[in-house]
């Protein structure tokens, strides 16, 4: 079984929306926190949004207030919704799910295989 599956990603214009989701073991899902990065091409992966166990949150700078990260726990599944897209959002997105080492410091578990999200200008 496929720990991590993600899906929602294509094509959208400059200033339009798209809800990833990645769908997780439960047991991967009520242990890690789970989170979201993308991989541009020539850039290093980088995280987008997490939301830890309980509820607390993280966006990159880039992306405050116009991604939300949230999980459905009774169907073991993370989502990423992507308003106002820009151009430099274009990347391929991972999900990936991530054990607490303590406050501020995770380690990545398991990634899922990524989805294209490409955003026209």
């Known amino acids: 079984q496929v720990p991590l599956v993600e899906s929602g990603g294509g094509l959208v214009q400059a200033g339009g929306s798209l809800r990833l989701s990645c769908a997780a073991s439960g047991s991967i899902f009520s242990l890690n926190a789970m989170g979201w990065y993308r991989q541009s091409p020539g850039k290093q992966r980088e995280l987008v949004a997490r939301m830890d166990t309980d509820s607390s949150t993280y966006y990159a700078d880039s992306v405050k207030g116009r991604f939300t990260i949230s999980r459905d726990n009774a169907k073991n599944t993370v989502y990423l919704q992507m308003n106002s897209l820009k151009a430099d959002d274009t990347a391929i997105y991972y999900c990936?799910?991530?054990?607490?080492?303590?406050?501020?410091?995770?380690?990545?578990?398991?990634w899922g295989h990524g989805t294209q999200v490409t955003v026209s200008s």
């Open positions: 990936a799910a991530e054990r607490r080492l303590r406050i501020g410091v995770y380690v990545n578990n398991h």
